[in-house]
């Protein structure tokens, strides 16, 4: 079976092919981040009408690559992200379904991001904990098995991604603020600043950034006049990150322990990030696995590589879903539906 993904959440336009058979057979990703980057920051209606642009074309390509005039199966993301970024995968997954004659699959974004690690040889086996760190979103799961998640913590304000966004754009970086901070972090000392690490002496796995930007910000504010800022912002940015990472490995390590689980997944846009991927696999007596890097971000394979776990949950194509808010919680494992149910 060839199951082609589709993801359209954010501000990345991602499709590629995943054979049950041969594993992931194509792949390719339009990144809008120049067309943000003006802006700040996502600009919802500029997201959408890029993925309307590039979608089409993206899908000929990948199929082309995969040498398949069309697949077995259609995963697309439909939720969580902003509504209109996802209505245009979501539209198109189901219009091409109907004209091919194939079924559908919605995916949860975060569960694409969750099973990304299976695309690679040596992927994890049931059980493990996840930290799931993204620009939405910053968890730790409990996995037992596809579909079966126990959500142990979760972020009170920021997710981690947004920390990060948010604490580059203070220290006048471009976005998105993560990948730039943290290749200014390695010009810089990282226990210039003594940065808090919220929540670690706290009982539960639960996160809070949003205390860890405000330090950042009240020291920005005292040195930003000094003649020493330049060098100044490098120390900021390598003690924010070094704070970020203490936090996330720290908090994982508490959770493996209690709940006596010996592998780690780390996975979402700041699994991407080099010192929490060397820290983890410091401190943790397990195995920690993660996505190969241009995987840890949004991308179209983690999407198609999910659909094809969840061949069962195929239906008809023609119901356009697309949930800007959708809870991990409530998926469960794959049913066997007939397609048409
Ligand atoms: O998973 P993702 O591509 O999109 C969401 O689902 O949110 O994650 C994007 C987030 C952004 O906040 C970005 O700044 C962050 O991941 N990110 C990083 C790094 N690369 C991406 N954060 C820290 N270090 C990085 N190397
Ligand atoms: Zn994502």
């Not at 067309?35 to 209606?45: D, I």
């Not at 995969?66 to 259609?74: C, L, Q, R, T």
Request: hydrophobic fraction near 45%; proline fraction near 5%; charged fraction near 20%.
């Amino acid at each position: 079976m060839n199951v082609l993904g589709i993801e359209t959440s954010c501000d990345e336009t991602g499709v590629a092919v995943y054979s049950t058979e041969k594993g992931l057979i194509a792949d390719a990703l339009h990144s809008q981040v120049d067309l943000h980057a003006v802006y700040g920051g996502v600009v919802p209606e500029i997201a959408s009408r890029d993925h309307i642009r590039c979608l089409l074309p993206l899908v000929e390509q990948v199929l082309g690559d995969a040498g398949i005039e069309k697949p077995d199966a259609i995963a697309y993301t439909a939720g969580p992200g902003l509504v209109g970024a996802l209505m245009v995968g979501s539209g198109m997954a189901n219009g091409l379904g109907l004209s091919w004659g194939c079924p559908v699959i919605p995916v949860h974004h975060m569960e694409g991001h969750l099973l990304a690690p299976m695309l690679e040889d040596e992927a994890p086996e049931y059980p493990f904990l996840a930290l799931l760190v993204s620009g939405g979103h910053s968890m730790l799961i409990s996995v037992s098995g596809l579909g079966e998640y126990g959500v142990l913590g979760t972020t009170l304000d920021d997710a981690v991604g947004e920390a990060f966004d948010k604490t580059a754009k203070l220290l006048g970086l471009g976005y998105p603020g993560g990948p730039a901070l943290a290749a200014l972090a390695e010009e810089g000392n990282d226990d210039a600043f003594a940065l808090p690490r919220p929540m670690l002496n706290r009982p539960g796995y639960d996160f809070s950034f949003s205390g860890l930007k405000t330090a950042v910000m009240l020291e920005v504010r005292k040195t930003q006049d000094d003649d020493s800022y330049e060098s100044r912002r490098a120390d900021l940015a390598a003690s924010f990150q070094r704070a970020a990472v203490d936090t996330l490995v720290g908090r994982t390590l508490q959770a493996a322990r209690k709940e006596k689980l010996e592998r780690v997944v780390i996975a979402g846009g700041v699994g991407a990030n080099k010192l929490l991927r060397s820290e983890m696999a410091a401190r943790f007596d397990g195995r920690v696995y993660y996505p190969r890097m241009a995987f840890c971000t949004d991308n179209g394979a983690m999407i198609a590589v999910a659909g094809a776990l969840r061949l069962a949950d195929a239906q008809s194509a023609g119901e356009i879903r697309a949930q800007a808010r959708w809870s991990l919680n409530t998926l469960g494992p794959p049913e066997r539906k007939v397609a048409g149910d």
